[in-house]
């Protein structure tokens, strides 16, 4: 399976590769990978200095995310009076045109860090959230008479059952909201930045350097794919009574 | 009302159970009067749907009777949760949780440190056969360790009362059959008072000192038949005489209940 996926996008690199050198295409419309890679090995320290701020605004973002959202999904379950007043805006808040909000964060947050770890959470928290509250409620209800009948408290019951039996879906939401959190922080930066990964697709591509513009693309790329990976190592260290292989005694 | 016999562990008076479905009322349970002593086995069998795991639920403190007292040691106790050892046909064990760490939930939900916890409970998984699995995860274990697991769950609490609902309903014939032996070997040095429901007729013989039949929805009780039979026995008891007028006498109990009655709650 995975062989066949090497060979498919292999293949397709060289395809590229020779679509541009046989139509002489020329470099500023579309450059061909190897001076794609090119790019990125003379330009290394540069493209290294903008991921560590894209990282940044990425992880500061998805821990808010991972901490609102819990809460959030936590009070909407444990109360009706949340559930109708904060559900609603926790859904509008997706309708929400983040190019609209863009002036406003600007002026209100300015160039730094802030508006682009806004922006992140915006998108971020909400695949969470939403997760959340279904595995919250979708935990078996004798596993929480059976704690209950040991005379648990709310607090135990959560703690002891529903957190637990949420981690699953907890752990999808996060997947959706690492992948998608790249673009978060690309469109943040793309608002007003002075660094970033996106500030630098910018900046490259107003002089036609259009070989940066696929470098930062590809290293934002494998940004999201790393974040997807590691969400998914994380789920199996925390979750092993998922993986282990079931065995007859 | 004046503190009478503190012999009885559990007593209910005039319990009955009325669940509100929407407009409609069903009467489920009631009303019901027993008294069960300390030490004693007492099974309780019945019709499907006469409100047996509803009685059960009641005596845990998950449900409240709508009408109707429930004591336990000679007093009214309105608030049971935690009070009594509850375990299901299902042995909703914690699939996150190792065979040790769900034995030390109910230490846990008591506040005992992890630590103390397990010096706790680690006999008790050597007594069950369990120590060697102790790490490992319900689903990796057999039907039967589950079974042995989740009972071993009701023990370190030290509840006085264990209620156990249809506890071997789900395993094959022969696991049921040593499963069942073995819980009256534990009992018989345990000194627990165990209340079972069941709707398997022999199993109610094999294992109480008192069998208590239960009628069709709304459920009363129809009979309440002391098992005198030798112990310890052995397998070979079902051919007994005695054994089988006891069984028959409590089929015949059981017969006397129209069963094409309506049923209107199969909880």
């Keep these: 399976m995975t062989e066949c996926c090497r060979a498919l996008s292999s293949s397709q690199l060289f395809a590229w590769e020779l679509a541009c050198r046989a139509f002489a295409v020329p470099d500023w419309v579309l450059p061909p990978p190897s001076a794609i890679l090119a790019a990125l090995l003379r330009d290394y320290r540069l493209l290294l200095v903008h991921l560590s701020v894209t990282m940044s605004e990425i992880g500061l973002g998805l821990i808010v995310s991972i901490v609102l959202a819990i809460v959030l999904a936590i009070g909407i379950v444990a109360s009706r009076l949340i559930e109708r007043s904060v559900y609603p805006l926790v859904v509008a808040s997706q309708a929400i045109p983040i190019v609209a909000l863009a002036p406003l964060l600007l002026i209100w947050f300015g160039y730094g860090l802030t508006p682009k770890v806004i922006v992140v959470v915006l998108i971020c928290f909400f695949p969470i959230a939403v997760n959340m509250v279904d595995g919250l409620r979708g935990v078996d209800h004798e596993l929480i008479d059976t704690v209950r009948s040991l005379g648990a408290s709310k607090w135990q019951t959560l703690r002891f059952v529903r957190l637990p039996a949420a981690l699953p879906a907890f752990f999808s939401g996060l997947r959706v909201a690492a992948a998608v959190s790249v673009i978060g922080a690309l469109i943040g930066e793309s608002i007003g930045a002075s660094a970033g990964l996106g500030y630098l697709m910018i900046r490259a591509a107003a002089p036609f350097h259009t070989d940066h513009v696929f470098a930062a693309v590809l290293v934002s790329a494998l940004v999201s794919i790393a974040l997807f990976a590691s969400v998914t190592w994380l789920e199996r260290q925390t979750l092993p009574w998922r993986t282990r292989p079931r065995t007859e005694p | ?267």
């Design chain 2, 1 to 267: 009302m004046s503190r009478v016999d503190t012999d009885w562990r559990l007593e209910l008076r005039g319990v009955t159970k009325v669940f509100q479905r929407d407009q409609l009322q069903v009467h489920a349970l009631g009303p019901l009067d027993l008294r069960v002593a300390d030490g004693e086995f007492v099974s309780i069998i019945g019709p499907s749907g006469c409100g047996k795991s509803t009685l059960l639920d009641m005596i845990a403190g998950l449900e409240q009777p709508t009408s109707g007292e429930i004591w336990l040691d000679g007093a009214p106790a309105p608030y049971r949760l935690g009070k009594v050892a509850y375990m299901h046909q299902r042995d909703l064990l914690l699939p996150w949780r190792t065979v040790l760490e769900n034995a030390i939930v109910p230490l846990e939900v008591k506040r005992i440190p992890r630590r103390q916890a397990i010096e706790r409970a680690m006999p008790w998984l050597r007594r069950f056969g369990l120590a060697e699995f102790a790490s490992r995860y319900p689903a990796q274990l057999s039907g039967g360790m589950r079974q042995r697991a989740a009972f071993l769950r009701t023990l370190p609490t030290q509840c006085p009362l264990v209620l156990l609902d249809e506890p071997f309903g789900a395993l094959d014939a022969l696991t049921r059959s040593s499963m069942q032996e073995w819980l009256l070997m534990l009992w018989e040095d345990l000194d627990r008072t165990v209340i079972l429901v069941t709707h398997d007729v022999e199993e109610a013989v094999l294992l109480s000192d008192r069998v208590v039949v239960l009628s069709q929805c709304p459920g009363t009780i129809v009979a309440d038949i002391p098992v005198d039979l030798p112990r310890p026995w052995t397998y070979a008891i079902v051919t007994d005489q005695a054994f089988v007028s006891l069984k028959a006498r409590l089929l015949a109990a059981l017969r006397r209940q129209p069963t094409l009655g309506v049923v209107t709650d199969d909880a």
